[in-house]
């Protein structure tokens, strides 16, 4: 770990085996430098300006959207490259929606291969034309998906990918990803905190061969370029002391991003589209392929250069250099300080003390001879139902990692609350949908209630390579 960075935040993150960073010197800037080179042989521009994407909005409780997935030549901050896009876009468009309201979604399939879409996080039916990862749109076909968000629904950032099976990692890893907002998360702040500027980034990397983007034997451990909003070290301007909200989001293929900024606390008040029960902070955020955290920001007070990057990290088989993500310049007149957020957004939920219907063990596994996945000794079958819990029980599940990799776990539909790891107690903050299973024989315990909707869906690991390996399971909750 850095030396900027509070030892003491990344001893309570190993300690609950959300992992440790391995990282070198404040000197050793080789993956920075190493990726600042790639984008410049790659032809991209480094310093330009901060940028939020496109966005769409609801009107009158509808949002109404046409995605088209095709293969074309976008441009990647100033330079041109071949990859699988929604929109013309290496990310796709932001989709704001409200609770209680839906999504029209139009999916025009302009690809040669089959492609699909599921709705990351996000509580709700996963039957019909709705988070239905079972679907397969043809090529030149199109379908209408249409998505009711329960008036309940927790606010907070969530995303939208691919999730063709065997495809799912050359998918998304092309572009095939975007932002999904349930808008609301800063009414649940102190008036002083509501009209702070609020900002996305949209993390994903990028690697390139001859013009276009590794579509084929994608190795996640080769070097690579991080690009947040599709911009490689863009511009940020702050005040000194200014207090800003953060979207953070990891919709990358395979890789974790270890994010810190200008050796500031990050204040979380959302993890994965969850508020927290109570705010809390750490210096460095560990985020694997489909995490976000919703944070509170504070610049620092002396007016400079300031960065916010992902420090070194290894995953126990990848290991990810330092890279600089966004430049922070800091200027101007001094803000006052915002009073600290002292207390939770949400109130503690008393499903999780219930009475467990179900007690389930789960063990991720992988062949190095063959590079195949499995659970439970078996790899992904989508006519093999390996659960059915009922409608409204609370289950409790241990999840083992026997692999001397990280594995992170992510299931759909429902979200959980993690009880432990490696025998440790969690410290809980709320719920969450995806975690990290630490690598040698350890273990995370979860309860996960199966709540307001039946149907089939799957939890997997959310290293796409592992998933489209064999590394998924269905489950199907039953009246």
Known sequence: MQSRLRAINLGLLCALSIGCSDSGDDDDDDGQSSSSARAADWGYKTGLQFAELKEYRSENGVLEVELEPKERDVNISGGNVRGTVYND???????????????????????????????????????????NIFLMIEP???????????ADHDVGTFWYHSHMHM?????????????????????????????????????????????????????????TVRTVNGLVEPKLSMRPGETQL??????????????????????????????????????????????RFDVIVR??????????????????DDVYPRAVLVNVEVKGGTMDALAPLAQGLVAPSNVYSGEVAQQREWTFSESEKDNTFAINGMSFDVDRIDAMPKLGSLEEWTIRNTTNEQHPFHIHINDFRVLSVNGTPYTNHGEQDTVVLPPGGGEVVIRLPFLDFTGKFVFHCHILAHEDGGMMTVVEVVP
Do not use: C
């Open 246 to 291: 953060w979207r953070l989001a990891n919709i990358s293929a395979d890789i974790y991003y270890n994010a810190a900024f200008a050796a500031q606390a990050f204040v979380v008040i959302a993890e994965d589209g969850n508020p927290v029960e109570q705010p809390w902070t750490a210096f460095n955020l560990i985020m694997p392929p489909g995490k």
């Open 140 to 150: 030149g076909e199109t379908q209408d998906y249409v998505v009711d968000v329960p």
């Open 167 to 223: 495809d799912s990692e050359s998918q998304v890893f092309g572009g095939l990803s975007g932002v999904l907002i349930i808008d609301g998360l800063e009414k649940l702040l102190p008036d002083a905190y509501q009209d702070i500027p609020q900002h996305l980034f949209a993390l994903k990397d990028l690697q390139v061969k001859d013009g276009a983007i590794v579509a084929d034997n994608i190795d996640s451990n080769a070097p």
């Open 89 to 131: 876009a290496f990310v796709g468009p932001t989709l704001h929606l409200s609770p209680g309201e839906s999504l029209h979604l139009k999916l025009k399939n302009g690809l040669k291969q089959h492609t699909n879409v599921h709705y990351h996080g996000m509580h709700v039916s996963p039957e019909g034309n709705s988070d």
């Open 299 to 316: 610049a620092p007070l002396d007016s400079g250069s300031y960065v916010l990057e992902t420090v070194s990290y290894s995953q126990g």
